[in-house]
């Protein structure tokens, strides 16, 4: 065992409990988004994963049935989970007698199976601190979600956001044959496997498209013309009242800020804007005379250097998640396979808030195309010669 990745495991443990002492007792059961579950679920969550993990796959102990329907995904439906859980001195007890015996257990299995596939390059370790650092990220999501409903609408930028027009800082790949995906021992299975593919040329935006770019689009009168949105995006547009991106309101003087989970901010003209769903990301780049990369143009695009300011939001594409040619599912079939169901689109990069774990070129991300609180933007793509 890598003692320095145990390290890791560690400091996202004490992240996940630390996050949820930063709110009030009252609150650690609340959701206050109908897709984030409170709190405390995810502290019990994560603490169910090593005990289904390492516990019982790796060293045989007992299923716990009670725990599975508390904490496992598909136990508890999210608007129940609040009333059940239990509180942060019990969990917080569980947690202590579990990081005394879970060293033990690791050590035990690696001595009786020394060959086993959970255990070799230390895949275990790794594949936990990834799903504990996605669910850090939702965690913040619903403090910022809670921060949204705290907002008193009296916030005063010190500058107002003023709008401009759409990026045109294009890269062009010529094209040609290139490598998709990754085979490291540790990534996920639906980054696997690398294979080759013949890509048309393109052209890809150097920078995500701006707060004040996506200012100008609503001052355009985007959220109201028409011929932006698609018959589906405009059925979402009318049912979620979408004027503005998730997380930014506008005070009395008429400024627009931000608010995440540490509060109210001034939105920085030059900053990826975020909080939009794939029907908004849509919609702008029609606007911009342009369209969303597919995911391969994205990943292609950040392996050739053409990319910049990558990782600081979630950026949609333009295309389903699907499972790569030859796809193998691992540990389990429940991690992608489920996804794979034309309903999920694919995001790519990663948000500020996200974990070092999982910001590489091949990382994939997959929600429904009206998701607006994962922290994602846009990144423009188009044929190599502007389209009119």
Partial sequence: MDRSLYANLKETRASAQALVRSVPP????????????????????????????????????????????????????????????????????????????????????????????LLADDFLLHFLIQHHGQHLETMHQMLAARALALDAGDFVPPRALTPIAPPLDYQTWPGGSCEIGDDSRHHYDNERPRHILSVPAFAIAQYPVSNAAYLGFMEAGGYHDDRYWTCEGRRWRESAGAEAPWHWRRNRHGSWYGVDHSGAFELSPTAPVAGLSAYEARAFARYAHARLPHEVEWELGVRMGLLRDTGQVWEWCDNRFYAYPGFRAFPYRGYSMPWFDGAHTTLRGASSISDASIKRPSFRNFYTADKRHISAGIRLCRQPYPLH
């Fill in 26 to 117: 009252s609150e650690r059961r609340c959701m206050h988004h109908k897709d984030l579950s409170p709190l405390l679920w995810h502290l019990g969550h994560l603490l169910y994963m090593e005990q289904q993990w390492i516990g019982e796959r790796l060293a045989g102990l007992e299923h716990d049935a009670t725990r599975a329907r508390l904490f496992r995904p598909d136990g508890l439906r999210k608007r129940e989970r609040g009333a059940r859980m239990p509180d942060l001195d019990e969990l917080t007890r569980d947690w202590t007698d579990w990081e005394g015996r879970c060293v033990e257990l690791l050590g035990m299995a690696e001595s009786a199976h020394p060959d086993h596939p």
